[in-house]
């Protein structure tokens, strides 16, 4: 027999695997599977599973409730820059590109000051025309951005078909922004959701 409290304690509070608790059990993964039966205890979905795997440590993220007006002020600011720019097809993760490198700070700002993510932990993707200096591209957006090089994915250059106006609008090409974490881009479009409303 195993006690409804130890495995609450294990699987819930720990967060173990069903396999984790059978190895530290010494038993075999049938009978934690049981016992959690037993208790009512919900089994996790493949998905929360393999998000548990990935983030051993819990969420890499915290929500900060914003608490004056300025932090208010932001959280909307972020919301609507992600509404308006982000990318809302990928599901697994943050992904907002742009040319502007204000509004990049701005939603850096945004990640880490609302969602508490060390910068450090956010990668970037660079799309330059091939008329378009790519070291003076990431020196630019390295520094004004103050993130190494190495949060730098490798750069897609596209052919420039045509002159015309674009040059001025993306000199340093397009910076995108991304942050791997599905339950943080649900918690995002969660909140757009309720604004839709």
């Known amino acids: 027999m195993i006690e ?13 695997s069903v396999n984790q608790i059978a190895t530290e059990m010494r038993c075999s993964q049938n009978k934690i599977t049981y016992w959690l039966q037993k208790y009512n205890i919900s089994r996790r979905s ?3 599973a393999v998000y548990i795997r990935s983030n051993p440590k819990g969420d890499p993220f915290t929500f900060k409730r914003p608490k004056n007006d300025t932090e208010w002020f932001l ?6 820059l992600f509404w308006g720019e982000g990318n809302k097809v990928n599901k697994n993760s943050v992904r907002l590109g742009n040319t502007d490198v204000d509004l990049i700070i701005k939603f850096l700002q945004f990640l880490n000051e609302i969602y508490q993510i060390d910068i ?3 990668r970037f993707g660079l ?4 008329d ?6 990431l020196k630019y957006w390295s520094i004004k951005l103050n993130v190494s090089r190495d949060q730098f994915q490798k750069v897609v250059v596209t052919k420039s ?3 015309g106006t674009y040059k001025k609008k993306s000199e340093f ?3 995108t922004v991304y942050f791997s974490n599905t339950k943080l881009r649900d918690s995002i479009m969660g909140a757009i959701t309720e604004l839709r409303k």
């Open 173 to 175: 090409g397009v910076l």
């Open 46 to 48: 493949i998905s929360e």
């Open 120 to 122: 450090k932990k956010l």
């Open 127 to 130: 799309q330059l025309f091939n």
């Open 75 to 80: 959280y909307g600011l972020g919301l609507g």
């Open 161 to 163: 078909v045509q002159k």
């Open 4 to 16: 409804e409290n130890i495995l609450k304690l294990l699987y819930l509070e720990k967060r173990k």
């Open 132 to 137: 378009i200096s790519k070291e003076k591209a």
